[in-house]
């Protein structure tokens, strides 16, 4: 039985990192996984019209902060919000975001 608690509970950290305070006990430790309700947090945005003959880039913003490298996607809408350009890629092994954002930005001003 101890073997067992043991293996549970490593499973459990291993699978869940972020979860702090995992009994030791196996009945302890499924009540406390079946009880655990993750943080979420969220914020509305709402997207604006551009000004009239100006077109707006709009970035998800999901790699800020994040140190290594990871998808980055942007869009281009005109004023009455239709797409103009979208581009999706993978920042080749640079850090962050910051030089494919800017690289893309100088695309989209030649297009």
Not at 50 to 77: A, E, H, I, Y
Request: aromatic share 10%; glycine share 10%; with cysteine.
């Amino acid at each position: 039985m101890v073997e067992i608690n043991r293996n549970l509970y490593l499973f459990t950290k291993c699978r869940n990192p972020w979860l702090k305070g995992i009994p030791n006990n196996w009945p302890l430790i499924v009540k406390y996984i079946e009880d655990y309700a993750p943080l979420i947090r969220h914020k509305m945005v709402k997207w604006s019209h551009p000004q009239s003959g100006s077109l707006k880039c709009t970035t998800d913003g999901s790699c800020r902060g994040n140190p290594r490298p990871g998808f980055m996607n942007l869009c281009v809408r005109n004023e009455i919000g239709d797409l103009v350009f979208a581009e999706n890629r993978f920042p080749n092994g640079r850090k962050g975001d910051k030089w494919s954002m800017g690289g893309s930005i100088v695309n989209i001003t030649r297009y």
